[in-house]
Protein backbone atom coordinates (compact mmCIF):
# COMPACT_ATOMS: atom_id res chain seq x y z
CA UNK A 1 0.00 0.00 0.00
CA UNK A 2 1.18 3.90 -0.52
CA UNK A 3 -0.35 6.12 2.08
CA UNK A 4 0.32 9.32 4.13
CA UNK A 5 1.64 8.36 7.66
CA UNK A 6 0.18 9.94 10.53
CA UNK A 7 3.60 10.38 12.63
CA UNK A 8 1.52 11.08 15.86
CA UNK A 9 -0.56 7.68 15.63
CA UNK A 10 0.91 5.45 13.04
CA UNK A 11 -2.13 5.36 10.79
CA UNK A 12 -3.51 7.24 7.28
CA UNK A 13 -5.87 9.15 6.26
CA UNK A 14 -5.32 8.54 2.69
CA UNK A 15 -4.11 5.68 0.74
CA UNK A 16 -4.25 2.56 -2.28
CA UNK A 17 -3.25 -0.43 -2.24
CA UNK A 18 -2.05 -2.57 -5.05
CA UNK A 19 -5.36 -4.44 -5.97
CA UNK A 20 -6.93 -0.94 -6.58
CA UNK A 21 -8.62 0.00 -3.56
CA UNK A 22 -8.23 3.05 -2.00
CA UNK A 23 -9.44 4.29 1.60
CA UNK A 24 -9.67 8.10 2.92
CA UNK A 25 -10.66 9.20 6.33
CA UNK A 26 -12.47 12.75 7.56
CA UNK A 27 -13.49 13.49 11.06
CA UNK A 28 -17.02 14.55 11.73
CA UNK A 29 -18.35 17.68 13.09
CA UNK A 30 -16.96 18.52 16.84
CA UNK A 31 -14.56 15.50 16.78
CA UNK A 32 -11.27 16.72 15.18
CA UNK A 33 -7.89 15.17 16.57
CA UNK A 34 -7.29 12.04 18.94
CA UNK A 35 -9.41 11.63 22.14
CA UNK A 36 -8.17 9.89 25.69
CA UNK A 37 -9.57 6.13 25.42
CA UNK A 38 -10.51 6.16 21.60
CA UNK A 39 -8.80 4.21 19.02
CA UNK A 40 -7.02 6.19 16.59
CA UNK A 41 -9.10 6.28 12.90
CA UNK A 42 -6.19 6.22 10.96
CA UNK A 43 -6.01 2.48 11.62
CA UNK A 44 -9.18 2.41 9.59
CA UNK A 45 -7.94 3.31 6.28
CA UNK A 46 -5.02 1.32 6.85
CA UNK A 47 -7.03 -1.86 7.89
CA UNK A 48 -9.25 -1.40 4.65
CA UNK A 49 -6.44 -1.24 2.43
CA UNK A 50 -5.39 -4.70 3.63
CA UNK A 51 -8.35 -6.18 1.92
CA UNK A 52 -8.92 -7.29 -1.89
CA UNK A 53 -11.86 -5.12 -3.10
CA UNK A 54 -13.96 -2.37 -1.27
CA UNK A 55 -16.74 -4.35 -0.65
CA UNK A 56 -14.68 -6.61 1.66
CA UNK A 57 -13.10 -3.78 3.41
CA UNK A 58 -16.33 -2.24 3.93
CA UNK A 59 -17.83 -5.40 5.37
CA UNK A 60 -14.69 -6.12 7.72
CA UNK A 61 -14.83 -1.85 9.07
CA UNK A 62 -18.46 -2.30 9.63
CA UNK A 63 -17.84 -5.15 11.88
CA UNK A 64 -15.72 -3.12 14.26
CA UNK A 65 -17.39 -1.41 17.35
CA UNK A 66 -18.28 2.01 16.72
CA UNK A 67 -17.91 3.18 20.42
CA UNK A 68 -14.04 2.40 20.09
CA UNK A 69 -13.80 5.41 18.02
CA UNK A 70 -14.53 9.29 17.56
CA UNK A 71 -17.12 10.08 14.99
CA UNK A 72 -16.20 9.27 11.22
CA UNK A 73 -16.84 9.60 7.36
CA UNK A 74 -14.75 6.57 6.01
CA UNK A 75 -14.41 6.26 2.00
CA UNK A 76 -13.35 2.94 0.55
CA UNK A 77 -14.09 2.29 -3.15
CA UNK A 78 -12.10 0.40 -6.10
CA UNK A 79 -12.81 0.30 -10.30
CA UNK A 80 -16.34 -1.50 -9.66
CA UNK A 81 -17.85 0.17 -5.97
CA UNK A 82 -17.37 2.60 -4.05
CA UNK A 83 -18.80 2.94 -0.09
CA UNK A 84 -19.05 5.56 2.55
CA UNK A 85 -18.77 4.35 6.14
CA UNK A 86 -20.35 6.66 8.75
CA UNK A 87 -19.55 6.35 12.47
CA UNK A 88 -22.04 9.12 14.48
CA UNK A 89 -21.04 7.55 18.23
CA UNK A 90 -21.03 10.84 20.34
CA UNK A 91 -23.11 13.39 18.05
CA UNK A 92 -26.26 14.67 20.38
CA UNK A 93 -29.19 14.30 17.81
CA UNK A 94 -29.36 10.98 17.71
CA UNK A 95 -28.45 7.87 19.91
CA UNK A 96 -25.94 6.93 17.48
CA UNK A 97 -23.51 5.07 19.74
CA UNK A 98 -25.91 2.23 19.42
CA UNK A 99 -26.09 2.54 15.34
CA UNK A 100 -22.82 1.25 14.80
CA UNK A 101 -20.76 1.90 12.26
CA UNK A 102 -23.21 2.33 8.95
CA UNK A 103 -22.17 1.49 5.74
CA UNK A 104 -24.91 2.86 2.44
CA UNK A 105 -23.20 1.98 -0.85
CA UNK A 106 -22.64 5.40 -3.38
CA UNK A 107 -24.54 5.84 -6.27
CA UNK A 108 -23.02 6.31 -10.02
CA UNK A 109 -21.92 9.87 -10.11
CA UNK A 110 -20.51 12.84 -7.43
CA UNK A 111 -20.95 12.54 -4.51
CA UNK A 112 -18.76 15.28 -1.77
CA UNK A 113 -18.72 14.53 1.68
CA UNK A 114 -16.98 16.61 4.67
CA UNK A 115 -17.66 16.50 7.97
CA UNK A 116 -21.01 15.94 7.39
CA UNK A 117 -23.59 13.66 5.26
CA UNK A 118 -22.76 13.09 1.88
CA UNK A 119 -24.34 15.99 -0.16
CA UNK A 120 -25.63 17.83 2.56
CA UNK A 121 -26.28 21.15 2.08
CA UNK A 122 -26.38 21.49 5.65
CA UNK A 123 -21.99 22.12 5.22
CA UNK A 124 -20.79 25.28 4.20
CA UNK A 125 -18.49 24.09 1.73
CA UNK A 126 -21.09 21.62 0.23
CA UNK A 127 -23.62 24.61 0.06
CA UNK A 128 -20.92 26.13 -1.95
CA UNK A 129 -18.71 23.77 -4.08
CA UNK A 130 -21.01 21.31 -5.02
CA UNK A 131 -22.43 23.13 -7.47
CA UNK A 132 -19.13 24.01 -8.96
CA UNK A 133 -17.92 20.82 -9.66
CA UNK A 134 -21.50 19.40 -10.75
CA UNK A 135 -20.93 22.06 -13.15
CA UNK A 136 -17.47 21.66 -13.87
CA UNK A 137 -16.05 19.26 -16.44
CA UNK A 138 -14.85 16.18 -15.43
CA UNK A 139 -10.95 15.20 -15.08
CA UNK A 140 -9.44 13.01 -18.12
CA UNK A 141 -6.94 11.29 -16.03
CA UNK A 142 -5.64 9.64 -18.86
CA UNK A 143 -4.57 12.77 -20.90
CA UNK A 144 -3.35 14.52 -17.07
CA UNK A 145 -6.14 17.17 -17.41
CA UNK A 146 -7.64 17.71 -14.21
CA UNK A 147 -7.87 21.74 -14.72
CA UNK A 148 -11.15 22.43 -13.17
CA UNK A 149 -11.08 20.67 -10.33
CA UNK A 150 -7.83 21.94 -9.44
CA UNK A 151 -8.91 24.92 -9.75
CA UNK A 152 -12.05 24.25 -7.13
CA UNK A 153 -9.46 22.82 -5.01
CA UNK A 154 -7.16 25.70 -4.87
CA UNK A 155 -10.27 28.00 -3.83
CA UNK A 156 -9.96 30.58 -1.22
CA UNK A 157 -13.74 31.39 -1.63
CA UNK A 158 -16.08 31.25 1.49
CA UNK A 159 -19.67 30.76 1.49
CA UNK A 160 -21.75 34.13 1.47
CA UNK A 161 -21.56 34.28 5.12
CA UNK A 162 -17.85 34.42 5.11
CA UNK A 163 -17.57 31.02 7.03
CA UNK A 164 -13.76 30.34 6.16
CA UNK A 165 -14.25 26.41 6.55
CA UNK A 166 -15.99 27.04 4.00
CA UNK A 167 -13.74 27.22 1.76
CA UNK A 168 -12.04 24.58 -0.49
CA UNK A 169 -8.62 25.55 0.64
CA UNK A 170 -9.08 26.75 4.00
CA UNK A 171 -6.99 29.68 5.85
CA UNK A 172 -7.41 31.10 9.41
CA UNK A 173 -5.32 33.55 11.68
CA UNK A 174 -5.06 30.80 14.11
CA UNK A 175 -2.98 28.24 12.16
CA UNK A 176 -5.46 25.98 11.08
CA UNK A 177 -6.05 25.54 7.38
CA UNK A 178 -5.46 23.12 4.35
CA UNK A 179 -1.71 21.71 4.08
CA UNK A 180 -2.24 19.40 1.19
CA UNK A 181 -4.31 18.11 -1.34
CA UNK A 182 -4.58 15.43 -3.40
CA UNK A 183 -6.56 14.13 -7.02
CA UNK A 184 -6.68 9.94 -7.14
CA UNK A 185 -8.62 8.61 -10.08
CA UNK A 186 -8.56 4.23 -10.41
CA UNK A 187 -8.47 2.55 -13.76
CA UNK A 188 -11.69 0.57 -14.91
CA UNK A 189 -11.89 -2.97 -13.76
CA UNK A 190 -9.77 -5.23 -16.04
CA UNK A 191 -8.10 -2.51 -17.74
CA UNK A 192 -3.90 -1.94 -18.41
CA UNK A 193 -3.91 1.23 -16.53
CA UNK A 194 -2.43 2.01 -13.08
CA UNK A 195 -4.05 4.11 -10.62
CA UNK A 196 -2.91 8.24 -10.56
CA UNK A 197 -2.52 9.59 -7.33
CA UNK A 198 -1.25 13.37 -7.68
CA UNK A 199 -0.22 15.61 -4.56
CA UNK A 200 0.36 18.78 -3.31
CA UNK A 201 1.96 18.96 -0.29
CA UNK A 202 0.53 22.38 0.74
CA UNK A 203 -2.12 24.57 0.16
CA UNK A 204 -3.32 24.14 -3.59
CA UNK A 205 -3.78 27.63 -4.72
CA UNK A 206 -0.04 27.84 -4.36
CA UNK A 207 1.76 24.60 -4.47
CA UNK A 208 2.13 22.29 -7.58
CA UNK A 209 0.63 19.00 -7.66
CA UNK A 210 3.40 15.93 -8.78
CA UNK A 211 2.75 12.19 -8.84
CA UNK A 212 2.79 10.00 -6.12
CA UNK A 213 4.50 6.54 -7.33
CA UNK A 214 1.96 3.54 -6.73
Not at 48 to 66: F, H, K, N, T
Not at 81 to 97: C, I, K, M, P, Y
Not at 189 to 210: H, K, M, Q
Request: net charge negative.
Amino acid sequence: MVAGLDVLAGGSWLGLNDRGVAAAALNRIGSLGPSAGKRSRGELVLAALEQADAAAAAEALSGRSAADYRSFNLVVADATAAFWLRNRVGEADTGASEAGIEVFELPPGLSMITAHDRNDLGSARIRTYLPRFRSAPPPDPAKGDWRAWRDILASRRADPDGDPYAAMTVATDRGFGTVSSSLVALPKAGGEESPVWLYAPGPPDRTPFAPVAV
